[in-house]
């Protein structure tokens, strides 16, 4: 950008913006202004770390600010075995992985019946989907609960990997509709003049190329997924079947729960949603733009 | 499709080329709805009969399970009219748009717009991408477990931030979540910290898309940082500002988890919102059809400003499009 600016700009302004640029103490006040406002959305981070390895004593003795005095895992052990987090780790893995490839499918169907077939009242359908993305769950909960437990799903996973795989689908068909609506007509008449049934093309020709969308769909869903937390509380009601936002939020009030324990536990219930961001923030950003180009 | 029918629609387009795409099309789109069968069946089971029960079941005095339902006509609906809490939980949906949607959205336009025009060309964009990721990490995690973890930072006996404020020499630091008059900005607080990442990282994709030159002529002529930001910024990314509104407004009436972690709608019902006055209903008080009817309302309610946003935003587009 200065090398767009120097051979632009007459000589006299050119020295005028970039002493602006280089010099002037407004913008290391700017700067810190940012940074303070990223300290405040740290700072509950870093108290949480602080005391997820403190011992009650050395809390009491020298409050929440202080470094641990030694490394105290009293806390994580109290929660990794309270909660059983193996199982609910496996619980939230298996219902948001599940929901993930089901809801991608579902939403490439649809988006394959309404982008590239057309449908007769594709408009509609769409706008039936979006709404039902913004519905409140309140408004499904208690007909779904008695349905659930009349054809016995009642704390089953299933329940609320069905359930969710709709809801998530409903937002999936309407990104991958309009991706799908701008997809090369040449391809498909090719694959057409080849005698491929629409079976095949959608399986040969339309799945490789939006399977970079489709990737990122299935991170948005296992993300959205593993954060939801209304449907598997009501859902849900045993210890051996509820994912791991649930099993702590059911942890809350009970009088065992000291300091350490409830950051170890918050500390262990958000890592494995860090970790997967991480892993994947390159395949959301490669994604994105690979389906923009399509 | 054989090749021998597609050569003949060809002469035949050839001859009539309107007739062509309706007729083939017609043929066309049928074929194809065999892929929408199952995406409509569980639509239907999941959402489309769900609602309609609910709706049903509003019509009731149901005490929930194997209890019998009495017809109860409108009466619910008639019960909510005269009920304060009623009233109090949809006045805090607004408190939850302001802490959801206004304040984020402000703050993420003047953040984004500071990293990506400011910051971003004084220090590098690597500097601008870490802030940008910081804002962002509360976004990243489970709601109630950020939630968790807030209410033990706001606990008035255990709390971090009173034992900070008890090591600074305040007495008697306020019961932030317990006390009426503190918990809903307290949650407001919590929900605008949870909330900000998403419009900055959204405004700052968008910014991507301003051609820089607007900016460099802009300088050039001497406009400010503020003047550049109400000139270029701010129309720029009108489309996105509409986006972020819809999807934090509807997230703001539909609340749930956040209020379920700190508060349980208390004290006194102070942050009670509709959601979890409908979950109360449902679960709690066992008063199914009450909350069947709290749930529809919010429904009816969430409509009708999706609807109104959505309007708002084609007409701006269009008035952009005449402008041009």
């Known amino acids: ?294 | 499709m054989a090749d021998s029918t597609l050569t003949a629609q060809r002469s035949r387009a050839q001859q009539r080329p309107r007739a062509r795409g309706t007729r083939r099309r017609r043929a066309e789109w049928v074929g194809y709805l065999p892929y929408l069968l199952p995406g409509a069946a569980a639509f239907i089971v999941v959402i489309g009969y769900p609602l309609m029960t609910n709706v049903y079941f509003s019509l009731f005095k149901w005490r929930g399970g194997m209890a019998p339902l009495r017809w109860n006509g409108l009466g619910n609906y008639v019960d909510l009219l005269g009920d304060d809490k009623f009233w109090t939980s949809f006045g805090n949906s607004l408190a939850m748009i302001v802490a959801m949607v206004l304040v984020p959205t402000l703050l993420g336009l003047v953040l984004a717009a500071v990293l990506f025009d400011y910051l971003g060309r004084r220090f590098g964009a690597q500097v601008s991408s870490v802030l940008r990721a910081t804002y962002y990490l509360p976004q990243i995690l489970p709601v109630a477990v950020a939630g968790v973890l807030w209410n033990w930072i706001l606990n008035s006996q255990t709390g971090a931030l009173n034992e900070i404020l008890r090591g600074m020499g305040v007495a008697a630091p306020p019961n932030w979540l317990g006390d009426p008059t503190t918990a809903l900005p307290s949650v407001m607080l919590v929900l605008i910290w949870v909330q900000m990442g998403y419009p900055v990282v959204i405004f700052m994709a968008a910014l991507q898309r301003v051609d820089p030159e607007l900016y460099e002529a802009a300088e050039l002529d001497g406009a400010g940082w503020w003047d550049r930001f109400r000139a270029i910024t701010v129309p720029q990314i009108r489309p996105e500002t509409f986006v972020v509104t819809l999807t934090c407004t509807v997230a703001a009436l539909k609340v749930f988890g956040p209020i379920y972690v700190l508060t349980r709608g208390g004290p006194e019902s102070s942050t009670l919102v509709p959601s979890y006055y409908s979950y109360l209903n449902f679960f709690d008080k066992s008063q199914v059809g009450y909350g069947s009817a709290i749930a529809t309302v919010l429904t009816l309610v969430i409509v009708v400003v999706a609807v109104i946003i959505l309007g708002l935003q084609s007409r701006s587009e269009r008035r952009e499009r005449e402008g041009v």
């Open chain 1, 1 to 294: 950008m200065a090398v767009a600016t120097e051979v632009r700009t007459p000589e006299v302004r050119r020295t005028a913006v970039d002493s602006r640029y280089r010099r002037g103490p407004g913008r290391w006040l700017v700067l810190a202004a940012a940074v303070v406002v990223g300290l405040a959305v740290l700072a509950p981070f870093g108290i949480m770390l602080l005391n997820a390895f403190k011992s009650p004593q050395d809390y009491a003795a020298n409050g929440p600010l202080s470094l641990p005095s030694g490394l105290y895992l009293d806390g994580v052990v109290a929660f990794w075995e309270r909660v059983d987090f193996p199982v609910k780790l496996w619980n939230s893995v298996f219902i948001s992985a599940v929901v993930a490839v089901l809801g991608a499918l579902l939403s490439l169907l649809n988006a394959y019946a309404i982008g590239i077939g057309r449908v007769k009242g594709r408009l509609w359908i769409v706008a039936l989907f979006l709404l039902a993305n913004m519905l409140p769950q309140e408004a499904l909960i208690y007909p779904l609960f008695t349905m659930a437990q009349s054809v016995g799903l009642s704390n089953s996973q299933w329940s609320v990997i069905i359930i969710f795989t709709v809801i998530q689908s409903a937002f999936g068909t309407y990104l991958l509709s309009s991706v799908l609506g701008t997809f090369p007509p040449a391809l498909l008449e090719a694959a057409q003049l080849d005698g491929a049934s629409r079976w095949r093309i959608l399986w040969q020709v339309v799945f490789p190329i939006v399977r970079p969308t489709l990737s990122v769909l299935m991170i948005f869903f296992f993300i959205w997924t593993w954060n939801e937390f209304f449907i598997p509380l009501v859902m849900l009601t045993s210890n051996d079947t509820q994912t791991i936002p649930i099993a702590l939020a059911s942890l809350q009030g009970d009088r065992m729960m000291d300091a350490p324990t409830i950051n170890a536990g918050s500390l262990v219930s958000l890592v494995p949603a860090v970790v997967f961001f991480l892993i994947f923030q390159r395949t959301l950003t490669r994604g994105v733009t690979a389906g923009a180009v399509k």
